[in-house]
């Protein structure tokens, strides 16, 4: 009974490529997201995507690309891999609306990429 | 540019002993606030939320809210070796916005 799960856990791919993950809730959540978490750690939000209102971070290349067949599933794709993507991609999800607003983000094993 | 601030560590502490983690934010406007624990290799998990200024306790953690000063705080009483974890702050800038995440304080507990 995995909340969020996603697949696959680890992805090696070579440059140039295109790939894809995929991520599922089982939470009933409203809002889902995409977040990077690089060698140093960070965890950095790149999507957050609420009742196909898709808010994206700046910073996060065109390359990227959310797609969300319905409120349960968000997945990510990328293309033309570049080694830099190399990162552990975590998705999570969180109830936004209501009385309740910003209830805690629950996150997915992630999905370690390496880019070669 | 809303930012969140801790101290990377490490943080070495002796089995028995209070351990505290420190983070600051930088938008007045948020409301909510949460701790996170991640294990090497592992995703991060929550293990206290505060909304309120003052503490708040769950077991041997109490989280510390200062919105006064935009400081949030996580004590960890009679640590253990399996404290030994990052543990992330995160902050919604705004109500209903993505949680932005400090860089994370390593913690090591020394039996």
């Known amino acids: 009974d995995t909340a969020v799960s996603q697949t696959p856990k680890y992805l090696v791919t070579q440059m140039g490529n295109d790939k894809s993950i995929k991520c599922e809730q089982n939470l009933g959540h409203d809002t889902m997201y995409w977040y990077k978490q690089d060698s140093k750690k960070f965890l950095k939000i790149m999507f957050s995507y609420n009742n196909k209102e898709l808010i994206i971070n700046e910073t996060v290349p065109n390359r990227f690309s959310p797609k969300s067949p319905d409120k349960a599933h968000l997945n990510l794709h990328i293309n033309s891999l570049e080694l830099g993507d190399s990162a552990v991609y975590f998705c999570?999800?969180?109830?936004?609306?209501?009385?309740?607003?910003?209830?805690?983000?629950?996150f997915g094993q992630g999905t370690r990429l390496t880019v070669v | 540019q809303k930012e969140v601030e801790q101290n990377s560590g490490p943080l070495s502490v002796p089995e028995g002993a209070i351990a505290s983690l420190n983070c600051t934010y930088s938008d007045r406007g948020s409301q909510s606030f949460f701790w996170y624990r991640q294990y090497s290799g592992k995703s991060p998990e929550l293990i206290m939320s505060?909304?309120?200024?003052g503490d708040k306790e769950d077991g041997r953690f109490t989280a510390q809210l200062n919105k006064a000063s935009q400081y949030v705080s996580l004590l960890i009483r009679d640590s253990q070796p399996s404290d030994s974890a990052t543990y992330l702050c995160?902050?919604?800038?705004?109500?209903?916005?993505?949680?932005?995440f400090g860089k994370g304080t390593t913690l090591s507990v020394s039996s």
């Open positions: 999570a999800s969180s109830q936004r609306s209501g009385r309740l607003m910003n209830t805690e983000a629950f």
């Open positions: 505060i909304y309120s200024n």
């Open positions: 995160a902050v919604p800038p705004q109500a209903g916005t993505a949680l932005i």
